[in-house]
């Protein structure tokens, strides 16, 4: 390696990687279904009275 001149980096190469095409698509072809939740929206807490 030479040493660079004042104010200026060495030159950089790159390599070059090509990839193999994916076997199947990249994006989902069908859509998750709906989140069912376990308890319901009206459920409630008790609170212990303080005597």
């Known amino acids: ?3 660079p001149f004042s104010g200026r980096r060495p ?3 790159w390599a070059v990687v090509v990839l193999p ?6 994006t989902a072809t069908t859509s998750p279904g709906p989140i ?3 308890t ?3 459920t409630r ?3 212990p009275r303080l005597v």
Do not use: H
């Open 1 to 3: 390696m030479t040493r």
């Open 11 to 13: 030159t950089t190469a």
């Open 21 to 26: 095409e994916p076997d199947s698509p990249t």
């Open 36 to 38: 069912s939740r376990e």
């Open 40 to 42: 319901p929206c009206t």
């Open 45 to 47: 807490v008790r609170v």
